[in-house]
């Protein structure tokens, strides 16, 4: 019998639709995640070396493993509410040609409940999350106990893509890549689709559909209140967009919300003591 979560199974679910979409999902959350991490501290002179690092939503651990890999900090500990399978982990490093026999020493996971996160306070230099807090039910609340657990004068570094709104902001692109499917299709409709796509793997379906389903539809402005309110300042950001077609069915909603598919930002703590 599988060990595996319905999690997990749901993630090599979507991994596969995505690879069959010429999606590389190993080497890109490997590679070139950590990079544009880095590059995008490295550009205020921040360095993750001989840091301690929490990644917040870390999934499979993929961009923890190359994070480390690249940036070579003294400790990273990865935070989900689902237990990392560091064995399926250690797999897929080795069969896309990696020679990991073990974790790197310092890379570690920890299970989080809810938006308690298993760490003392003021224990991360820098925390960084990358395309979570799109799912987080609860953003402010889980920002402030980062906020708690976040040095004086740390840093947060955050990504979301995609965006709700936005193209492909209903994270169903395998199977709608014309995009906008939260827009177009009623809940039905989708289900249909997937459920057609995918004869005899209800449970994959299952597990997208909820996920589809409790996106938290947060927008850019929406993440910037949220971070007020957890007492962090956002100090650089980059809104990730592009040329974008839409239909006039779609003309009534903000072109900020259509457009903006995605966000990068810095963030740091205000003044205030976190447990205040």
């Given at each position: 019998m599988s060990d595996e979560t319905p999690q997990s199974v749901g993630f090599r679910f979507l991994r596969q639709a995505?690879?069959?979409?010429?999606?590389?999902?190993?080497?890109?959350h490997y590679r070139e995640a950590p990079q544009q991490i880095v590059d995008f501290?490295?550009?205020d002179g921040l360095s993750l070396t001989d840091l301690t690092i929490g990644d917040i939503g870390c999934g499979d651990g993929i961009i923890d493993l190359g994070l480390f890999t690249l940036a070579r900090p003294l400790r990273l500990i990865g935070f989900d509410i689902q237990p990392t399978d560091t064995a399926a982990l250690l797999a897929?490093?080795?069969?896309?040609?990696?020679?990991f026999a073990a974790l790197p020493e310092g890379l570690?996971?920890?299970t989080n409940a809810g938006t308690s996160l298993p760490a003392d306070d003021a224990t991360f230099d820098?925390?960084?999350?990358?395309?979570?807090?799109?799912?987080?039910?609860?953003p402010v609340a889980l920002l402030r106990e980062m906020r708690r657990v976040l040095k004086p004068g740390g840093v947060l570094f955050l990504q979301i893509w995609p965006l709700y709104w936005s193209e492909h902001g209903s994270h169903l692109w395998p199977w709608y890549p014309e995009g906008y499917a939260q827009l177009d299709h009623d809940d039905d409709?989708?289900?249909?689709?997937?459920?057609?796509?995918?004869p005899g793997r209800e449970a994959d379906v299952a597990f997208v559909l909820?996920?589809?389903?409790?996106?938290?539809?947060?927008?850019?402005?929406?993440?910037?209140?949220a971070l007020l309110a957890a007492d962090l300042f956002v100090m650089k950001f980059e809104l990730l967009t592009g040329a974008t077609r839409i239909t006039r069915y779609h003309a009534r909603r903000p072109l900020s919300e259509l457009g903006i598919t995605g966000i990068k930002l810095i963030a740091v703590p205000g003044e205030k003591h976190p447990a205040s």
């Open positions: 995505q690879q069959d979409s010429d999606w590389p999902w190993f080497e890109e501290l490295a550009g897929d490093a080795r069969r896309a040609g990696h020679d570690e996971f920890r820098v925390l960084v999350s990358w395309s979570t807090f799109e799912h987080v039910a609860d409709e989708i289900q249909r689709r997937l459920r057609d796509a995918e909820d996920e589809f389903h409790h996106l938290n539809q947060i927008t850019a402005d929406g993440l910037q209140r």
